[in-house]
């Protein structure tokens, strides 16, 4: 592909206001490009921006420009509100329904050791992480939560088959890989745009939102800022007792 359908190409996925396919990707051209040739092009622009600010990424939903983690402390200073944290309960049944999927919420409560509020369910919902797929044949037939492909994009990861391998096999190992964190966001942006432990921005007309999953979250309930309310955390005082 010569370098003007190149330049197309990269213009396209630095102005998209969301991941676009490679089949998006096609219709910019009047002429037939085949779906090795676009291909080709994502790679090399993959390498062309190596040294870069900003990386092209593959997700579940296509490809996008991000900027890379080790911008996060710069672009932070352009967004000085305090972004909200997700509380423990809320990460580990986020884990535990990544790991688990289909799960019900009954069999969320039984790994956790808790009762799972409805607040929690409802911040993941309403979040876009996971959603009701289906009901399982059983008493009362309890709806089936899963993941959905915007969590995937939130973490930048094409597949669950990309999700970390866990070592330990307890439950709440989930919790470390995926959710011992807080998840922080940009409450100004309006397009999604991010990744695992780091913070992503796209250039030109897109908006950014932040997402970042640290490395650790303290036993201690006051180094977070919960926003589930407080039965959330008796329910947790009542795991600890």
């Avoid at 997700?59 to 305090?82: C, H, N, V």
Wanted: proline share 4%; with cysteine; aromatic share 4%.
């Amino acid at each position: 592909m010569d370098d003007h359908n190149k330049r197309v190409i990269e213009t396209a996925l630095l102005c998209a206001q969301e991941p676009l396919t490679v089949a998006d990707l096609s219709r910019l051209f009047v002429e037939d490009i085949t779906t090795a040739d676009i291909d080709e092009v994502l790679v090399e622009l993959q390498r062309a921006w190596d040294d870069k600010g900003m990386e092209l990424v593959h997700i579940a939903t296509g490809w996008r420009f991000q900027s890379r983690l080790s911008m996060r402390e710069y672009l932070d200073r352009l967004t000085p509100e305090k972004p909200p944290k997700y509380s423990r309960a809320v990460m580990e049944t986020l884990a535990i329904i990544a790991y688990r999927q289909p799960v019900t919420r009954g069999e969320i409560e039984e790994i956790r050791g808790v009762a799972v509020s409805s607040n929690v369910m409802k911040q993941l919902e309403d979040r876009g992480w996971v959603e009701v797929i289906g009901h399982k044949d059983t008493i009362g037939r309890p709806g089936l939560y899963a993941t959905t492909k915007q969590f995937l994009d939130d973490l930048s990861l094409t597949n669950l088959q990309s999700l970390p391998i866990l070592e330990d096999a307890a439950p709440m190992a989930a919790a470390e890989h995926l959710g011992q964190a807080v998840m922080e966001f940009d409450p100004t942006a309006t397009v999604e745009t991010v990744v695992t432990e780091g913070a992503e921005v796209i250039e030109a007309e897109v908006i950014e939102t932040e997402l970042v999953i640290t490395e650790e979250l303290s036993d201690d309930a006051e180094q977070t800022v919960e926003v589930t309310p407080e039965s959330d955390e008796q329910s947790d005082e009542t795991k600890n007792n």
